[in-house]
């Protein structure tokens, strides 16, 4: 048995209803700007033992729910997980990147990719989510989530980071069938695994869709969010999981904000790079809003953090459903005070 | 005496009148895709020596337009020939990126920078121009550029290419009066610049605000947009620049395309991930439109080349004042037949 979960804002809030405060979690806030998140991963050896020891990934998930009040935990993993499942061969060094030993790249590539089953190839993530669900024993929620499939295919087909995707985007033009059928295979096994994540005890789900804004609109809609619409629409039909809060985020997704909202997603992840305003303008009747402060703003001095945070809030304005954010994740060499200063000022902010 | 120009397209379109055909040009068209560039730019030994000789700048501006039937040449040069001109000691080194000897980072910094005398500091830029002039005998217009302040800004705090501008960031969030006093120093430089490109003849201008898009909106619109402003507002106001069609284009701008609008510029660059047909209903009846093919297409074979060049002229529509052109540079490993293929489709669509 779990004890009740005390701070319930986050999942209010992505409901769109009143809350106390607005609530506030910070992506990576598991990351390289803490020192002991930092202690935590030299101990491990590398970033891949962490995610894959329940013990550690749980440790590390919680460092920063220690020091300070943020609102939600996220599990500690990567958005790789599901290719290294399936083989790829994953390796992650610091400086260098990821890479796949074995990338993905001709159509019998694709047809050899196995259908993976979560329970048993990705144990080690809803082991986590177990552990950490135990060990935050209601203090916050705790966020499952996972890569979208353009964004993973990204990562297959390149074995890596990539500039531009001429590889990925060379299928998606020249071979539009193959594309499709990677897709398909990676939004079944995301599906699957979010559905794990939820069966597991994640109170709230996401999809980082990091490389969508890297896509013309057209491809955006049919090689991206078409995809993301289905992960959407299998969680919702599902009885386990169709009161679980998602929240889909296109980095560089501004321009289609309406086309995400219809997917029936409960919350829309923002960059920095659109106003606030306007997106609730454009959206906010239907979907929670995260976001969406610049991280550079916490390069900054604590008063211009303050300032920077103070406006946001101001120009979301007191309707229900903004969960605050950063537009991306944590810079690492961000002084952790600043967190602090930020996650402070949310909660003043909206509290008056 | 100059010939009078044979291929008015460009500038008509620039002006939304009725063209024979769809006018394009690719940004970058001079460039190392080309083997007549690399081989010019192995026997001038680097960079900077084909932009600071005219003969060489002159030379590699007419080899695409020499291979290619395009609707408009561009001026060969960089955007960091301003802050050169400055004293900040411009490498530009394939590989690593443009660096500065002296970056500009202390109030101290801001306040020595100098005001040029562009007729003398950047003469090889408009002997350039002159010269490109004569060569390109009427066949089509020559288009003059510059970089934006707050993307010669970033250059110049960071001291090179940056991932996230943390400096340039800072200076903006800490001090931005700062931030302002250099901007307004740049915009100083780069009206100028531009007026001179026009003097000596470009027939059309530019300018590449290359990283507005890492802005958030708000300070978008005061630390970039507000100085191009200026800028279209002074060369508004010239004599000598008021009929010279001006085009601002910002990479990952896409949310903002009303307010670029209200510039009174006439041309606006789109990059790819916007939908030209939805970019015309918010902002073609004020505006040109210039793009928006994602430059990863011309990875993909000839036909899928022909397939995508078509379905952005029919999202176009039949409407004036469409300037073909890819959403971004054109990648360095780009087979040239590609390039071919693209021009000859958005001719051969629009003549039909």
Known sequence: MLPALKNDRLLRALKRQPVDCTPVWIMRQAGRYLPEYRAARARAGDFLTLCKTPELACEVTLQPIRRFPLDAAILF?????????MGLGLS??????????????????????????????????????KLIRR??????????????????????????????FSRAKSILYDDPASAHTLLQKVTAAVTGYLKAQADAGAQALMVFDTWGGSLSSAAYQEFSLAYMQKIVAALKADFTTKDIPITLFTKGGGNWLETIADTGCDGLGLDWTVSISEAWQRVGDRVALQGNMDPSVLYASADKVVAEVSRIMREFGNSPGHIFNLGHGIHPGIDPEKVGVLVDTVHKESSR
């Open 77 to 85: 993993s990567d958005i790789l997980t599901i290719p290294d499942a």
């Open 92 to 129: 992650l060094n610091e400086g260098v990147g990821p890479k796949f030993a074995n990338p993905v790249r001709t159509p019998a590539d694709i047809a050899a990719l196995p259908e993976l089953d979560i329970d048993k190839d990705l144990s080690y993530v809803t082991d986590a989510v």
């Open 135 to 164: 060990e935050l024993n209601g203090e916050v929620p705790l966020i499952g989530f996972a890569g979208s499939p353009w964004t993973l295919m990204t990562y297959m087909v390149e074995g890596g980071s990539s500039k531009d």
